[in-house]
């Protein structure tokens, strides 16, 4: 099974400010890494897939990029609404798995 | 509208069984991949399987194998997902989520508002 781990695990950070979130996978999995916003009682949302490939609707502030074992989520301008846990997910191979995530908290 | 609509909350009694559902609209049921996932209350997203309603071949976490039966049928466009005996570790959220395109490996673009299904005597 392929971990992947996030970090950090929570960041407080003040609006307008970069936000740069990674993911490490413990093997090679291509770009078949994707990234999620998750609220408070809320689902999950697709914010990048395939490692850089922005979702339909999604602010241009958030990009990713990477590749193989090193991936990166970033948040240009934080803006209050981004406060979420943000997770990572690989569908490269089975099991697909998601990171633990990462809290980002605004200041 | 593409969407998923899952079935309400349930509250169960440890040992006893349990089948949840997940129906699809707006889009062509039997072309997507359909995923299910746990959150534990507080915790993390965790991948349990995914079907192919188009002809109901299915992959299970490890984790989860043996635990849960994940099934679809395709003619009323619901996914399920099923327990024989449930435990008070299976009381979480439990979200199905569609992939983005018919490609087998590509992400989850829609996702169900969840299921709470808690246990406990």
């Known amino acids: 099974e392929i971990v992947l781990t996030q970090s950090p695990d929570f960041q407080s950070v003040t609006p307008k400010e970069k936000v740069t979130i990674t993911c490490r996978a413990s093997q090679s999995i291509g770009s078949s890494l994707h990234w999620y916003q998750q609220k408070p009682d809320q689902s999950p949302k697709l914010l990048i897939k395939y490692a850089s490939q922005s979702f339909s609707g999604v602010p241009s502030r958030f990009s990713g990029s990477g590749s193989g074992t090193d991936f990166t989520l970033t948040i240009n301008s934080l803006e209050a609404e981004d406060a979420a846990t943000y997770y990572c997910?690989?569908?490269?191979?089975?099991?697909?798995?998601f990171g633990q995530g990462t809290k980002v908290e605004i200041k | 509208e593409v969407q998923l609509v899952q079935s309400g909350a349930e509250v169960k009694k440890p040992g006893e069984s349990l089948k949840i559902s997940c129906k699809g609209s707006g889009y062509s049921f039997t072309s997507y991949w359909i995923g299910w996932v746990r959150q534990m209350p507080g915790k993390g997203l965790e991948w349990m399987g995914i079907i192919y309603p188009g002809d109901s071949d299915t992959r299970y976490s490890p984790s989860f194998q043996g635990q849960v039966t994940i099934s679809a049928d395709k003619s009323i466009s619901t996914a399920y997902l099923q327990w024989s005996s449930l435990k008070a570790s299976d009381t979480a959220m439990y979200y199905c989520a569609r992939r983005t395109t018919v490609h087998p490996n590509d992400a989850f673009d829609i996702w169900g508002q969840g299921t709470m299904v808690t246990v406990s005597s």
């Open positions: 997910h690989q569908s490269s191979s089975l099991p697909e798995t």
